[in-house]
């Protein structure tokens, strides 16, 4: 037979037990909270028929910017040059991107980080947390264009993905008439 204290420890143990389990069993019934597919990044993604590009943003420093994200093909292709124009607030051209001729090969199903592939486009009218609507070419595919957000270099996710700074100035000389004129620019000598 048994005791009422059996009895009592039974009932608590099943109470216990039920009131753990409610939440995990209710969580089950319910809808996901996404029912559209997106991308859980700070870049975008887009594709032509061959080439799928994943998670493309413009890191950006100084007038210059590296462009971060994945690259894969069906097929051995190359990226033969990116293209674009920095967008201003209100979405509209701000300004022409110097254009990127780097070649980057992109071998059959092998995924290519476009971090390490170095390509960089520049314009001093690139800001951070806007846009910028770049063109990529290819060796044998359709070229895509997408709206791509540009992302300050400062941000600590990003850092490493950091332009290279350019070894041409982006500013006209501060002593434009003596070196058009063929004589040899001023130079400074420290003062004792």
Aim: charged share 15%.
């Amino acid at each position: 037979m048994i005791s009422a204290r059996t009895l009592r420890s039974r009932a608590t143990t099943v109470v216990v037990a039920a009131t753990l389990l409610a939440p995990v069993l209710a969580g089950c019934s319910q809808e996901p909270k996404v029912i559209r597919p997106y991308t859980p990044a700070a870049g975008v993604n887009t594709a032509n028929d061959t080439v799928k590009l994943r998670g493309l943003a413009l890191v950006h420093a100084d007038g210059q910017a590296r462009l971060s994200g994945m690259a894969t093909s069906s097929h051995n292709d190359a990226i033969t040059g990116v293209t674009g124009e920095a967008m201003g607030p209100d979405d509209s051209v701000s300004g022409p991107l110097k254009p990127s001729t780097t070649r980057v090969a992109l071998t059959a199903n092998e995924g290519r980080n476009l971090v390490a592939a170095g390509i960089q486009v520049s314009s001093d009218d690139l800001k951070d947390g806007l846009l910028a609507s770049i063109t990529i070419t290819f060796a044998n595919s359709d070229p895509v264009t997408v709206l791509t957000p540009v992302i300050s270099a400062g941000n600590p996710d990003f850092t490493p993905a950091a332009p290279t700074p350019s070894s041409t100035p982006s500013a006209p000389s501060s002593t434009p008439s003596a070196l058009s004129s063929g004589s040899p620019a001023p130079t400074s000598t420290p003062s004792s």
